[in-house]
């Protein structure tokens, strides 16, 4: 005996928009943050794409997008990445800082004892100062030019051919 589904009331509107209320709710905020999503937080605000990060730490792709839209773990990838950009600007101002003071060496070893320098130290500065600067000279190991004329080539190929009729036409 086959029973059938039987009809209590009919459907009214608010049945009706109840899954979608349900559906546009989002997770709750995380809670706690692991060591897991602070090493995920490092590796995102350090350019690693999302794919490569969740297998670094064994979460599937749909799990990083829902915690990228988490606010709490988009604070923590601005965190991370605040620091990425603190620690590039350091380096670079280390590099200029070590540059500045090495020229400056140089210079006032060049003004005190220029006779220790060999022609070639100074030939070797010359040429690093120049290139830095937009001096460079041209380089040697320019590509060569070739120029096909294929206007022309296809003039003789048209005339060769045009001659081949003609020679056929004549022959009959």
Same mark, same amino acid.
């Given at each position: 005996?086959?029973?059938?589904? &039987? ?12 899954? @979608? ?6 997770? @709750?905020?995380? @809670?706690?943050?692991?060591?897991? &999503?602070?090493? /995920?937080?490092?590796? /995102? ?6 794919? #490569? ?6 979460? /599937? ?16 990838? #601005?965190?991370?990445? !605040? %620091?990425?950009?603190? +620690? ?8 200029? =800082?070590? *540059? +500045?003071?090495? *020229?400056?060496?140089?210079?006032? !070893?060049? =003004? ?5 320098? =060999?022609?070639?130290?100074?030939? =070797?500065? *010359?040429?690093?100062?120049?290139? !830095? ?7 040697? +190991?320019? $590509?060569?030019?070739? *120029?096909?004329?294929?206007? $022309?080539?296809?003039?003789? @190929? %048209? ?10 036409? +004549?022959?009959?």
């Amino acid at each position: 005996m086959m029973t059938y589904a &039987h009809i209590d009331r009919p459907l009214t509107d608010v049945d009706l928009s109840a899954p @979608a209320a349900e559906s546009e709710s989002s997770p @709750a905020p995380l @809670a706690r943050l692991s060591e897991r &999503h602070r090493r /995920l937080a490092r590796m /995102l605000a350090e350019g690693v794409s999302e794919q #490569d990060a969740g297998l670094a730490v064994g979460l /599937l792709p749909v799990r990083v997008s829902v915690l990228k839209a988490d606010p709490t773990f988009r604070h923590l990838i #601005d965190f991370y990445r !605040r %620091q990425v950009e603190d +620690n590039y600007l350091s380096v670079h101002e280390k590099l200029g =800082e070590l *540059t +500045n003071l090495a *020229t400056d060496e140089i210079i006032l !070893r060049l =003004e005190v004892e220029a006779e220790k320098f =060999e022609l070639s130290d100074l030939m =070797e500065l *010359t040429k690093l100062g120049a290139d !830095r600067t937009g001096h460079a000279p041209a380089g040697k +190991n320019a $590509a060569p030019t070739v *120029t096909f004329n294929i206007g $022309a080539r296809l003039d003789a @190929a %048209q005339s060769r051919v045009i001659e081949g009729k003609a020679k056929y036409v +004549n022959e009959e």
